[in-house]
């Protein structure tokens, strides 16, 4: 291992990629990063769990969007050094096993912390022994797939658009919350891939208004728009127009904006969706909701409807329809069998 002193470890300074002052250190993960990660939603994932790791074994606060990309450009090595060992590690993953993550969701952050150990061993601050143990380290046993998760009634979802609208305090936010929450409960998109979403995606083919979705792994598809989802882009257009002009075609379809009702620059935050579903989930009391349920009670309430596995699986834009079939199976079921039960018994109600 080399010593970070040396000049090959020098050069790495000099690109930027660690800050060798041993008094205080950091580690730019978001630039090393680059050659590991398959998409921008490997490395949000990454970046939520090393954040985790690091509060949880610090005592740091957690940080989220800006925040967290600013972590993550300057972890602190006097902190993430001395916790990045596999007893750690394997003790971190028990305590949120018991929070009742999903099997994904282990195999994600124990995959986010030593993906970190391989690319501090590389940069000579991590000794490739430790580096090596860690990647020894299992998940806890766990259950496959996502978590349970909520599943919204068409009904619950139409109280919940309307939420949306009714929390906003401007006319601004009022059009921004419905395109957010008309792509997520219509479109079953993903909130990562609302917060990649640029004015230059959406075209006509055909006749056809149609969407360019920046998807996992680096796939991307165009979709049919519905019309419910173009009118409220409509409406929020020319709130991002200037100067009379349609929006940039590089601007982000989504974005904050100044209290003068000004756009920000740059977009919005796959933690600022989370904020705007679980406040209009709060308001039209749904309780917790989570922008992933959206997705899910779109499959769901389409397969309840009858509409055909095939179409439900282009929809949610799964590679095949195993895994479709796998995500439809985590979905509550009606209990025919004690219902059918109940009957022969011919119980009377209370």
């Not at 028990?94 to 999903?102: D, F, H, L, N, P």
Request: glycine share 6%; hydrophobic share 40%.
């Amino acid at each position: 291992m080399e010593n970070p002193q040396s000049p090959q470890a020098s050069q790495s300074v000099n690109n930027g990629l660690v800050l060798a002052n041993p008094a205080d250190a950091t580690f730019n993960f978001v630039a090393v990063l680059q050659g590991r990660a398959s998409s921008t939603h490997t490395y949000r994932a990454y970046a939520r769990w090393i954040d985790r790791y690091l509060a949880d074994m610090t005592g740091v606060s957690i940080t989220r969007g800006r925040a967290r990309r600013a972590r993550m450009e300057a972890l602190p090595l006097n902190r993430i050094v001395p916790i990045m060992n596999s007893t750690l590690l394997r003790t971190w993953l028990g305590q949120i096993s018991v929070e009742q993550q999903g099997k994904q969701a282990l195999n994600q952050a124990r995959s986010a912390i030593i993906t970190l150990s391989s690319l501090l061993s590389e940069a000579g601050w991590l000794d490739d022994y430790t580096a090596a143990a860690m990647t020894n380290v299992r998940i806890p046993r766990a259950e496959t797939g996502q978590r349970q998760g909520r599943w919204l009634s068409v009904e619950q979802v139409k109280l919940l658009m309307q939420g949306a609208e009714d929390i906003a305090t401007t006319n601004i936010q009022r059009a921004r919350n419905a395109v957010i929450i008309r792509l997520l409960c219509v479109m079953a998109l993903r909130r990562e891939e609302l917060t990649e979403i640029r004015w230059k995606d959406l075209h006509t083919q055909a006749g056809r208004p149609v969407l360019l979705i920046h998807g996992k792994g680096s796939k991307s598809a165009l979709v049919d728009i519905p019309n419910v989802v173009l009118k409220s882009v409509q409406r929020w257009a020319p709130y991002m127009s200037e100067d009379g002009e349609l929006p940039s075609p590089e601007r982000y379809l989504l974005c904050g904006f100044y209290k003068s009702g000004r756009p920000r620059p740059g977009g919005l935050t796959a933690d600022a969706i989370w904020r705007v579903v679980k406040d209009s989930a709060r308001h039209a009391g749904l309780g917790n909701v989570a922008p992933h349920d959206l997705r899910r009670s779109v499959a769901g309430n389409l397969e309840q409807s009858g509409v055909p596995i095939e179409t439900i699986s282009r929809l949610l834009r799964h590679s095949n329809i195993a895994i479709t079939q796998q995500y439809l199976s985590k979905l509550p079921r009606e209990n025919e069998g004690a219902l059918l039960m109940a009957d022969l018994l011919d119980f009377d109600p209370d």
